[in-house]
Every structure is written in structure tokens, then in C-alpha cells.
T-cell receptor, first 110, second 114 residues
């Protein structure tokens, strides 16, 4: 266990569905991240939150909408996704130096 | 049929042998480096880290070497075990201290033969 949890672990959704991914960290860190990992590309940084403020959005389509209500929780809201969005979505948190990852949510878009 | 995916460098070693996984980084200003291990179906797991003011750091069965002259990082695993089979990523922190973002390499797949 890394202290970063993600739910659900697996998600199958249609292109018209709306779903949310949840991440929670129990490490007292002040930065949280969303990454996308697909079979065709290396790890891609999507969003960065520092002290609950979004500090980076790496040209991610608007069908992905992050939310950070407090320093321990991070959400990724999904709507009208495309099949090419199928991937492993990883959450991570960082305190001083080391960044710890959650187990990921395996997302399949039909 | 043919599978299309990210082609990772692969290292195949015999159980009990030592493994060396290499990583080249591009930014001479990078001040901190991490090695991660990712097993199938799991998130990346922290293994060991090193700051740029060091050239070697040892953990339990693992050693990280940093050569800043040629911008090269390596991970050595002693007495490799089947449980070490995974994809290994290096990551560099491109300045900015803890506010900098980590840049990840593509990864190397380690396969341990019993």
C-alpha cells in the first residue's frame, strides 16, 4: 500500500455516460496528479493540483474535468468519452520529493 | 494478428543473476531522480531515489548510480528474483524542487527466467 487509493479499480462505460474517478491520499501531501497510461504511449501527465489549485493542464480535452475539493481528495469527471480514451488512469501525490502512485483505474470506453 | 503498442526495451536475466537497467535523461538541471517498478495491472511503485549531489545510493538489493557527466542513470538489482519481473521507469525532476514535475522515461521490461 502506498497511501494513495483509487476507486473504482475497473470501469466500463459507454460514450454517452458520465462517470467519476476518485483518488484519496493519506500521506499529508499538498500536490496531486492525474496521469494517463495507455498501451501506445508512455505515462502522460494530465493535471496537477498544488494546495488544491490547478497549476497545470496538459492540453487535456474538456471531456475530462478534474476537481480537487481538499488536499486529500482528487476527482476526474468523465463525460462523452471516446474509445481511444480507454487506458489506465493513475493518481499520484507528492509531498517534498517522492511521488507516490495509486493502483490506477482501468477504464474501458465502448 | 499483430498487436500495436509501445515497444519497450526488454532485459531478460536468469534468476539469481544481477540486473542493470539504464536510463538516459536530457536536462542537466534535473536535481532529483526516482526509479519506479510497475507490475502488470498495478500502479508504479517507488523503489529508490537519488539527488543530483550524489552519484550512488544503495537500498535493499538495489543500487542507483548517477553519472551527471553523461546524463545517465542506472538501476542495479542484485540476485534477481522472479518477483522482480516488471516494467521499470526512471523519472527526473526538472528543477523547481518539489514544485517541479517529474518527467518519466518509457520504461524497460525486466523478465526473469527461473
Amino acid at each position: 500500500e502506498t497511501g494513495v487509493t483509487q476507486t473504482p479499480r475497473h470501469l466500463v462505460m459507454g460514450m454517452t455516460n458520465k462517470k467519476s474517478l476518485k483518488c484519496e491520499q493519506h500521506l499529508g501531501h499538498n500536490a496531486m496528479y492525474w496521469y494517463k497510461q495507455s498501451a501506445k504511449k508512455p505515462l502522460e501527465l494530465m493535471f496537477v493540483y498544488s494546495l488544491e489549485e490547478r497549476v497545470e493542464n496538459n492540453s487535456v480535452p474538456s471531456r475530462f474535468s478534474p476537481e480537487c475539493p481538499n488536499s486529500s481528495h482528487l476527482f476526474l469527471h468523465l463525460h462523452t468519452l471516446q474509445p481511444e480514451d480507454s487506458a489506465l488512469y493513475l493518481c499520484a501525490s507528492r509531498g517534498s520529493d517522492t511521488q507516490y502512485f495509486g493502483p490506477g483505474t482501468r477504464l474501458t470506453v465502448l | 494478428g499483430e498487436s500495436v503498442g509501445l515497444h519497450l526495451p526488454t532485459l531478460s536475466v536468469q534468476e539469481g543473476d544481477n540486473s542493470i537497467i539504464n536510463c538516459a535523461y536530457s536536462n542537466s538541471a534535473s536535481d532529483y531522480f526516482i526509479w519506479y517498478k510497475q507490475e502488470s495491472g498495478k500502479g508504479p511503485q517507488f523503489i529508490i531515489d537519488i539527488r543530483s549531489n550524489m552519484d550512488k545510493r544503495q537500498g535493499q538489493r538495489v543500487t542507483v548510480l548517477l553519472n551527471k557527466t553523461v546524463k545517465h542513470l542506472s538501476l542495479q538489482i542484485a540476485a534477481t528474483q522472479p518477483g522482480d519481473s516488471a516494467v521499470y521507469f526512471c523519472a527526473e525532476n526538472r528543477g523547481g524542487g518539489s514544485q517541479g514535475n517529474l518527467i518519466f522515461g518509457k520504461g524497460t521490461k525486466l523478465s526473469v527466467k527461473p
